[in-house]
Nanobody, 123 residues
Framework: QVQLVESGGGSVQAGGSLRVSCAAS????????MGWVRQAPGKEREGVAA?????RTSYLNSVLGRFTISKDNAKVYLQMDGLSPEDTGLYYC???????????????????WGQGIRVNVSS
């Protein structure tokens, strides 16, 4: 069973920065796509950023220029700068066999998610 362990997150004031990390293990894919999905209070989950095995990235429009996704072997990172209260939510690490990235997510869907880590941005 795929294991996704998230770390980082926390609370910050608007305009600040946070970094979330995720380590993946026990997956059997030959090549992987990994990303971050968030869920704000009262809203549906949305793909924030994704990166495929070739390093191609895709971002949600609202985070372009502020968030940066990167990877190192089986770890994926999300550097979040210029945070606003609208970025508050639970951030989930997710993984899929690599079929590309689109619209801030791995295509066509994720297979597994982590437990989620909280990001809170105050105004």
């Amino acid at each position: 069973q795929v294991q996704l362990v998230e770390s980082g997150g926390g609370s910050v004031q608007a305009g600040g920065s946070l970094r979330v990390s995720c380590a993946a293990s026990e997956y059997s894919y030959t090549s992987v796509c990994m990303g971050w999905v968030r869920q704000a209070p009262g809203k549906e989950r949305e793909g924030v950023a994704a990166i495929d095995s070739g390093g191609r990235t895709s971002y949600l429009n609202s985070v372009l220029g502020r968030f940066t996704i990167s990877k190192d072997n089986a770890k994926v990172y999300l550097q979040m700068d210029g945070l606003s209260p609208e970025d508050t939510g639970l951030y989930y690490c997710a993984i899929a066999p690599d079929r590309g990235v689109y619209g801030g997510s791995c295509w066509p869907r994720y297979d597994s998610w982590g437990q989620g880590i909280r990001v809170n941005v105050s105004s």
